[in-house]
């Protein structure tokens, strides 16, 4: 008798517990940053990510967020009212602060993070740039670069000094530089013929120096190329088409097709990948993100830009030689 009353007793307070549950208003909180402390009204109540925090419904409350970070905003506040029977869901999102620096060094093309800044002269070596751990800092020339790594606290000024190496002379010779990419400038991508699969071999296993991950260029990529870096190519094009990574299959599903590209006329079409011949020209990310928009390029011609237009939309180092030492080399 005991056992069956204890029995209604818990089944009561869980049927209870189901209506309270059902009743009840919480917030979740999130944040762009790992180490962010959470207070509501000014009661500490831990670190995000917070899972269904329960609150009083149709109450006001002030929320406040903080973190440590050296590279960030240290404080954001969010006022919140939520009603009856509801989960609402918060984020912070904390913003990077500045930090300025002045590079001290030679003339040259300066990325960030893989991202085209400018051309560094003497007027422009001192600008600000977001804060942040393990910032990678890349300058080149049409013979030299160098790149480095620093970390940079918000609201502080760095003067970073560099010197600048002389490229090794596989890359100074055996390719040419536009805008986050680097092409294979070489001989065998004037004279092979391949199919497709070859020419998606020959790629992957390119090495060109300390250069690995080649890829086959997409439509768009190529198209760029073509628009306005075609004449970069020191050795040409000694065929019309060229293969891209862009790939289908017809409806019957027996031919394998990929796209190619002429850089005769710009006429773009499908060819069967088994047997149909083509160029290979392969391509090397300069870096993974914060890439200059291709679409920049490609959209030019059609809004009538100028060629001072067409730099400021992305400058790059033209070429790392063109001189006689690459041409006998070749």
């Given at each position: ?36 402390n959470?207070?509501i ?7 995000v ?33 939520i009603p ?65 790594y ?11 000094p ?16 536009v ?7 070489t ?16 790629c ?17 990529e190529?198209?760029?190329l073509?628009?306005h ?28 097709y ?9 006429i ?33 011609d ?13 400058d790059?180092?033209k ?12």
């Open positions: 008798m005991r056992a069956i009353l204890l029995l209604f007793v818990g089944l009561f307070l869980f049927i209870n517990a189901e209506e309270v549950d059902k009743e009840a208003t919480y917030v979740r909180i999130f944040s762009n940053l790992v180490d962010v959470i207070s009204d000014g009661e500490d109540v831990g670190r990510p917070i899972y269904n925090h329960q609150v009083k419904p149709h109450t006001p409350y002030t929320i406040v967020a903080t973190t440590k970070s050296d590279y960030h905003e240290k404080k954001l506040t969010k006022e919140i009212s009856t029977n509801n989960i609402q869901t918060i984020e912070f999102k904390f913003e990077p602060l500045k930090a300025e620096v002045f590079l001290v060094g030679e003339d040259a093309q300066l990325y960030i993070n893989g991202k085209y800044i400018k051309k560094l002269e003497k007027s422009n070596r001192r600008f600000k740039i977001e804060a942040g751990e393990n910032i990678h800092f890349a300058l080149y020339t049409k013979q030299k670069q160098t790149q480095f620093k970390d940079l606290k918000g609201g502080t000024y760095e003067e970073i560099y010197t600048l190496q002389l490229s090794p002379e596989e890359i100074r010779i055996y390719t040419s530089r805008p986050n990419y680097v092409w294979e400038d001989l065998e991508a004037v004279n092979q013929n391949t199919t497709w699969d070859e020419a998606n071999r020959y992957q296993e390119l090495e060109i120096a300390y250069l690995k991950d080649w890829r086959l260029p997409s439509l768009k190529m198209e760029m073509y628009r870096f075609k004449e970069e190519i020191y050795n040409g094009f000694g065929g019309p088409f060229y293969w891209s990574n862009e790939t289908s299959e017809d409806d019957a599903g027996i031919w394998n990929a796209m190619v590209k002429n850089f005769n006329d710009g773009e079409k499908r060819s069967i990948q088994d047997f149909e011949q083509g160029k290979v020209r392969c391509i090397h990310d300069v870096a993974l993100e914060n890439q200059v928009d291709i679409q920049n390029y490609l959209d030019m059609e809004n009538n830009n100028t060629q001072d237009e067409k730099k400021e939309a992305g790059y180092d070429s790392l030689t063109k001189d006689l030492q690459r041409f006998l080399l070749k």
